[in-house]
């Protein structure tokens, strides 16, 4: 069964940094993309971040580009987001989720982000 575990969320002034974890178990293909939703309150869930393991290509949401840096380490099966310069809009439940080449999705649970003004 594929899981995913994410950590790191917080709360965080303005300004401040914090890096999202996700471990991901339950699979042994290292043909994979994963990446980094989020949800604010009273709003949609969008794509922030995500990286392709085939080449490395990564993808970022513009209203993150220039702050956030997605990377992986395949050793220990772990994506991260490094989240610098955070802005209050950044305040979402942030959510991992990993897609497979059959089009198989897996969602972890949220880690709470909250930046303060």
């Known amino acids: 069964e594929v899981q995913l575990q994410a950590s790191g969320g917080g709360l965080v002034q303005a300004g401040g940094s914090l890096r999202l974890s996700c471990t991901a178990s339950g699979f042994t293909t290292d043909d994979y993309a994963i990446g980094w939703f989020r949800q604010a309150p009273g709003k949609e869930r969008e794509g922030v971040s995500c990286i392709e393991s085939s080449d490395d290509s990564t993808y970022y949401a513009d209203s993150v580009k220039g702050r956030f840096t997605i990377s992986s380490d395949n050793a220990k099966n772990t994506m991260y987001l490094q989240m610098n310069s955070l802005k209050p809009d950044d305040t979402a439940v942030y959510y991992c989720?990993?897609?497979?080449?059959?089009?198989?999705?897996?969602w972890g649970k949220g880690t709470l982000v909250t930046v303060s003004s």
């Open positions: 989720k990993t897609r497979f080449p059959n089009g198989m999705e897996y």
